[in-house]
């Protein structure tokens, strides 16, 4: 990093993919040595159970979901233990809501992973293509067919050591 990229916080969206890992780690490479992460994950209970007796426990069976899975992030990531950072868990849509924290942290940048789910998605609307469309800051978008790539390249490797 250089001296005018550090003590700046990034914003990463985080919903247990492993291009949400990758856009995770990607992240903490960015803001060491000073800077900060504010690990963003949204989630919502479906409308149609409004009316259900049992919303409200749906609704916190979510939020118990949300953190375990931050919880696991923090207990299986080693390197975001180098790197200060914070949770926001939301209910809600996750664009508006990495966005919104984006906007709340002044972040410098948002890191998101991308499960590229193709063209017909894309049509539809996809959470990497409202951020980039809706933020602010820049946006970098880990795909997860790098990830694929990646593993192969090792594996390739591995067989040839």
Do not use: F
């Not at 479906?46 to 609704?59: G, T």
């Not at 939301?90 to 499960?115: K, L, Y």
């Not at 067919?145 to 593993?151: D, G, L, N, S, V």
């Amino acid at each position: 990093m250089t001296p005018d990229t550090t003590n700046r916080t990034i914003v990463v969206g985080y919903d247990g993919s492993p291009a949400a890992l990758a856009a995770v780690e990607y992240a903490i490479d960015r803001a060491l040595p000073d800077g900060r992460l504010v690990l963003v994950h949204a989630y919502t209970v479906p409308v149609d159970y409004v009316a259900a007796s049992y919303y409200a426990e749906l609704q916190q069976d979510a939020a118990a979901c949300a953190e375990t899975m931050l919880d696991n992030l923090e207990r299986n990531c080693e390197h975001l233990v180098t790197v200060e950072h914070q949770r926001d868990i939301t209910v809600g849509a996750a664009a508006p809501a990495i966005i919104r924290a984006a906007e709340v942290n002044d972040a410098g940048e948002i890191v998101i992973g991308s499960r590229g789910h193709g063209r017909v998605r894309a049509l539809l609307g996809s959470v990497a293509h409202d951020v980039i469309h809706r933020a602010q800051c820049p946006v970098i978008v880990i795909p997860e067919r790098m990830i694929a790539a990646r593993t192969e390249a090792l594996t390739a490797l591995a067989d040839v050591i």
